[in-house]
């Protein structure tokens, strides 16, 4: 009843809420003793059901050792990469900051780095209707890399060529960071389409009200599915951490 509207749930911290006086889904639960832990775990399905452990998490659902990091800010899920390398060379310089987002389908990348990666993909030409670069189906995309915490995070060039349902046209599953890639702010209403307008600003570029550290803001990746359904992905709400670990195969 206290809320401005209904329909989203976030899974991020109250820090970022339209409702800051409002309890988190998690907070909520362990705080009626519902859940002991504030620990949420993904397993994407490719091309099977998926599955939200609330919580904890499923060992059932990965292998070997789980790789943990720091968040940068408990705020948006925000970590520290150490790189990101496109064809075997760095796509990026200095620091470079990630957010993982299982609301969001694709990635979205600073317009430089992804522009780097771009250029070695032949004749792309920018779709603006879609944010994303039309590429040559006949291609070799490609893997592309993320080095965090001194770990690499490979997605197999394969996965990042998306063809339309005709087969003619394929796209580079990943645009640059900016408003168009969340076509769905046009069904918002008023008052949530002018925050989250203010929230991707914030990370595409400087903004002194952003919860984006300055360091890392227009340098920041915006981590979706693509990029978590690869991995089994634990989401540590009390010690503020993230972990990925292998998917049990």
Request: glycine share 10%; net charge negative; charged share 20%.
């Amino acid at each position: 009843k206290n809320a401005k509207f209904d329909g989203i749930l976030g899974l991020a911290f109250p820090s970022i809420s339209r409702n800051p006086g409002v309890d988190t889904l998690f907070s909520s639960l362990k705080k009626k003793s519902i859940i002991e832990e504030c620990v949420f775990a993904f397993y994407l399905g490719d091309h099977a059901d998926g599955e939200l452990a609330i919580g904890g998490y499923n060992n059932d659902r990965m292998q070997g050792d789980i790789y943990w990091v720091d968040l940068v800010q408990p705020s948006y899920w925000l970590i520290s990469m150490d790189q990101v390398n496109f064809e075997d060379a760095a796509i990026t310089t200095g620091r470079t900051a990630g957010i993982m987002d299982s609301g969001t389908s694709l990635m979205y990348g600073p317009q430089a780095q992804v522009m780097n990666a771009v250029q070695s993909l032949g004749s792309a030409q920018y779709a603006p209707q879609f944010n994303l670069f039309n590429i040559q189906c006949n291609i070799t995309v490609p893997d592309l890399e993320f080095e965090i915490g001194g770990e690499a995070y490979n997605i197999p060039g394969k996965d990042l060529m998306i063809k339309d349902d005709s087969g003619k046209y394929c796209f580079f599953a990943v645009g640059i960071m900016q408003l168009g890639a969340h076509g769905e702010v046009d069904m918002l209403d008023e008052e949530l389409h002018d925050q989250v307008v203010e929230d991707i600003n914030n990370i595409a570029g400087p903004s002194p009200t952003s919860p984006i550290p300055m360091e890392y803001q227009g340098n920041t990746w915006l981590m979706g599915d693509l990029f978590l359904r690869r991995w089994y992905t634990i989401w540590d709400c009390d010690n503020k951490k993230f972990g990925l670990a292998e998917l049990k195969k």
